[in-house]
């Protein structure tokens, strides 16, 4: 849910036959008549559903995740859980939905791109959207920065998570938050 901010019902609903393991991609049918969409999983995300998949064997139809409401109780215990074992009261504040906030909020500071984070959402409306992605403070971003002065030495920098900025002198300028 924190990685593709899907809905507790979306991820009860997904089965096999909704994840491309050889590409990365899950293909999410959205709740709340909302517009499906397909995602790409990160590395790690992908090897745990790898895992589960092969462990499970399920038939493609069979849901690979439980209920929204077991999810909900099953979060409570680890919310609890994690409270008792550092002390810190306020990780029970923490709601299962959150995550979905969660996802939003940092892909919006990732790409201040609004329309991004409604598409991956799976919103029709961009109000529903303005909801999830709370106020970021984009005045406090701090960045790495990286020069290239070929095809070469630019490569990297962007399979890296640079962003070109400008070129000057023949020398092409990145950036990256930090």
């Known amino acids: 849910m924190k990685d593709c901010g899907l809905r507790p019902i ?8 909704n994840i491309d393991i050889e590409q ?3 293909h999410i049918r959205s709740a709340k008549h909302g517009s499906p969409r397909s995602l ?4 790690e995300t992908l090897a745990n559903l ?8 399920p038939n493609l139809t069979e849901h690979l995740f439980a209920s929204p409401e077991r999810l909900a109780k099953n979060w409570r215990e680890e919310r609890l859980r994690a409270c008792g074992e550092t002390g810190n009261p306020e990780l029970l504040k923490i709601r299962l939905y959150d995550l979905r906030h ?5 892909l919006y ?3 201040r791109d ?11 409306s961009i109000q529903n959207t303005l909801r999830y992605t709370h106020i970021v403070d984009f005045r406090e971003d701090e960045y790495y920065s990286a020069t290239a002065r070929t095809i070469e030495e630019a490569k990297p920098l962007i399979e890296q998570g ?3 900025v400008t070129e000057i002198d023949g020398t092409k300028l990145f950036r990256k938050r930090k």
């Open 50 to 57: 790898k895992l589960l998949v092969g462990n499970l064997m």
């Open 40 to 43: 790409k999983l990160k590395s």
């Open 109 to 111: 500071h990732s790409t």
């Open 114 to 124: 609004i329309l991004r984070v409604k598409a991956n959402l799976g919103h029709r």
């Open 162 to 164: 640079f962003e070109y």
């Open 10 to 17: 979306e991820l009860h609903h997904l089965t096999s036959e």
């Open 24 to 26: 990365g991609i899950v």
């Open 102 to 106: 969660f996802y939003a909020t940092k």
